[in-house]
């Protein structure tokens, strides 16, 4: 299935209102849909778990934002691409994902539709932790709401400490700034003192009055799967002490935990770094996605050779899994005390709110998507706007229907 327009559009973002100056102080209405589930430390985003990428250019016609990136070469690919009747957007960013469960509720970023939803769950604040693909995620969530970084802020890595403010007017409701901020936690050691000295992430949320979303990943620049778990029970700690206080049941915090996804190899444009900024991208790179899994796992022999761990990921992603699935017998296992009948252990159980996390899954998806990459040996991060974008659609779908 392919949808072509040939007429060439250039998408205008337009931003509707000024933000008022309050935040808004009515109570969230809706209380955690995960918290209805028989594991209330985990609920799962089944967007993107089983479904196929299919060439829209109409999509891209819709979704198409301006060239900009942290990096400096994040840009590139749309700033010289020339479009033609035939190709009018690059074919990387003009890929649909056509979802085999869940088609009618995967919904495509909408600034009114987001905010009222935020609102819905009271939600002021979006801290987004994790490495340079999770700043990827967020400057792809914040341009497709329609407020992409312009001018030389869009070609410098400068989206650390430096909130976006996204003025949100909800259906019926007061209008208020939704602050978007990444933080990099890249490393094991950067990982493990998050719950020792996290001052920064911490007082971005102490300072919220209402509820703070945070979509968190690492894991992309780990060697060990040892590595990886001793970071995660750190993460999962200082998830837990910064959630709703000593005297209170409400969760102050929205957790996402967003897969760690790898890069392909070989990629192209293949060739050094130098030549990056001359390549000739009227001519786009004829690369397709893959169409299944099985394709990905065939080329997995020459992700091995690229020097990477890549192919450690999905056991990185296995042990996330597990560990929220086991989350909360593990948390009333460990107060039982002498296990003295059912009563005790009922009666041991802890008095703060177990933490839901919310799985974000990108792996299935992103896996067939080997084009798009910045290519000259970067083989992990990709042009935008591309396939990171279909991560803000997925976690927009969640959002709305966490919402209801």
């Not at 400057?139 to 890595?157: C, I, M, T």
């Not at 909360?328 to 003295?340: D, F, I, Q, R, Y």
């Not at 899954?361 to 706007?385: A, E, M, Q, W």
Request: glycine share 4%; with cysteine; aromatic share 14%.
């Amino acid at each position: 299935l392919v949808s072509i327009s040939f007429v060439v559009k250039q998408n205008s973002i337009t931003k509707e209102f000024v933000p008022t100056k309050d935040f808004f102080k009515e109570a969230a209405a809706n209380t955690l849909a995960s918290a209805e589930k028989k594991n209330p430390t985990l609920s799962d985003a089944s967007f993107g778990s089983s479904g196929r990428w299919v060439l829209d250019y109409d999509y891209a016609n819709r979704s198409i934002y301006p060239n900009h990136g942290s990096y400096s070469n994040w840009h590139l690919a749309a700033q010289n691409f020339t479009p033609t009747p035939a190709q009018p957007y690059r074919l990387a960013a003009s890929y649909r994902w056509e979802d085999d469960n869940f088609q009618n509720k995967l919904r495509e970023v909408s600034l009114n539709d987001f905010c009222t939803a935020c609102h819905k769950l009271g939600i002021t604040r979006i801290l987004a932790l994790g490495d340079s693909l999770t700043a990827e995620f967020v400057q792809s969530l914040v341009s497709l709401l329609g407020f992409p970084p312009q001018g030389n802020a869009a070609k410098r890595f400068n989206a650390r400490l430096r909130p976006i403010n996204i003025p949100c007017r909800p259906f019926n409701a007061k209008s208020f700034q939704l602050k978007v901020m990444w933080m990099r936690r890249s490393s094991v050691k950067e990982i493990l003192s998050l719950s020792k000295t996290s001052a920064l992430e911490e007082q971005f949320v102490a300072e919220n009055r209402n509820r703070t979303a945070i979509i968190a990943n690492f894991g992309a620049w780990f060697e060990s799967l040892d590595d990886y778990k001793q970071a995660f029970d750190s993460f999962l700690t200082w998830v837990d002490k910064n959630n709703g206080s000593n005297n209170s049941t409400e969760n102050k915090l929205e957790v996402f935990f967003r897969e760690t996804v790898p890069g392909h190899w070989p990629c192209f444009p293949e060739g050094e770094r130098k030549n990056e900024t001359t390549y000739n991208w009227i001519k786009p790179v004829d690369v397709t996605p893959f169409k299944n899994y099985t394709s990905y796992q065939e080329s997995l022999f020459y992700n091995q050779t690229s020097g990477h761990n890549w192919e450690m990921f999905e056991d990185f992603n296995k042990h996330a899994r597990t560990c929220l699935r086991n989350r909360s017998e593990t948390l009333s296992l460990s107060t039982m005390g002498n296990g003295s009948g059912q009563k005790q252990m009922v009666n041991m159980l802890p008095t703060a709110p177990v933490t839901p996390i919310h799985w974000l899954n990108v792996f299935n998806s992103t896996v067939l998507r080997r084009d798009g990459h910045i290519g000259y040996k970067d083989c992990l991060h990709y042009y935008l706007p591309g396939p990171t974008d279909w991560w803000a659609h997925f976690f927009h779908s969640f959002i709305l229907d966490m919402s209801g």
